[in-house]
């Protein structure tokens, strides 16, 4: 299992990240983000991402072990992509995204998630890698209908991501909002190696941790890091 090293450890790199996001980028000030209690308004502000408001604990997650993280760095935004390439192949697009938002003192957690549809058909490794095919984003918005709902989540919010690197280049040319928030990489920002954790891989830690997923959805992806992240408080 993971040593309890790596949970300390791993909290305050990630302090210290966003610490660092914070004094090196142009942070706007913004209100702090609020979920509006009523289930079905909540939905209508974030349609058409598929919402959900459940207590931490009916999703596995154990809030206590978060509590420290939350409390030092505020309002939590979990965030996760699915492309159909690399930010480096031509004309590769989001897929789908999900998020988790934390907030100090909450019993429970949103999560929100959706399908984008893309200009081209899916690659095939893309659909080995998803499990989507084709007709499953038939249907999906576009990202340009997302970018409301999704600032309306995540303004004033610290991000949090594992490979933030890869979701920052997909997401800050097309939702400006992600360039003026905070943010911190679970996978570069905190040396795993360090603690006797020989690989920074989300499927490995989750291995380490000692549970399995099924990887590359979003919302999954999302959850799955929040529990390699509580797991060795």
Request: hydrophobic share 45%; glycine share 8%.
């Amino acid at each position: 299992g993971l040593d309890r090293r790596a949970g300390a450890e791993a909290s305050e790199r990630l302090l210290q990240a966003v610490e660092r996001t914070r004094n090196q980028r142009v942070v706007h000030p913004s209100p702090l983000p609020t979920v509006p209690d009523q289930p079905g308004v909540a939905a209508s502000v974030f349609a058409p991402l598929a919402f959900a408001r459940p207590l931490a604990s009916e999703v596995g997650i154990e809030i206590e072990a978060l509590a420290d993280l939350a409390a030092a760095l505020g309002p939590l935004a979990f965030v996760d992509l699915e492309t159909t390439g690399l930010q480096t192949d031509p004309g590769s697009e989001i897929l789908e995204f999900g998020a988790v938002l934390v907030d100090p003192g909450a019993g429970h957690v949103t999560t929100l998630e959706g399908l984008v549809r893309p200009h081209a058909p899916l690659p095939r490794a893309v659909q080995r890698l998803t499990g989507l095919v084709d007709a499953d984003v038939a249907a999906a918005p576009r990202i340009e209908e997302l970018i409301k709902p999704i600032m309306a989540a995540l303004e004033g919010r610290v991000v949090i991501a594992h490979n933030a690197g890869f979701d920052r280049k997909f997401l800050e040319p097309r939702l400006p909002v992600f360039a003026s928030l905070p943010w911190a990489c679970s996978w570069a920002e905190v040396p795993w190696s360090e603690v006797g954790i020989e690989s920074s891989k989300l499927e490995y830690l989750a291995y380490r941790a000692g549970f399995f997923y099924k990887g590359h959805r979003a919302e999954i992806d999302c959850l799955a890091l929040l529990e390699v992240l509580r797991r060795p408080f």
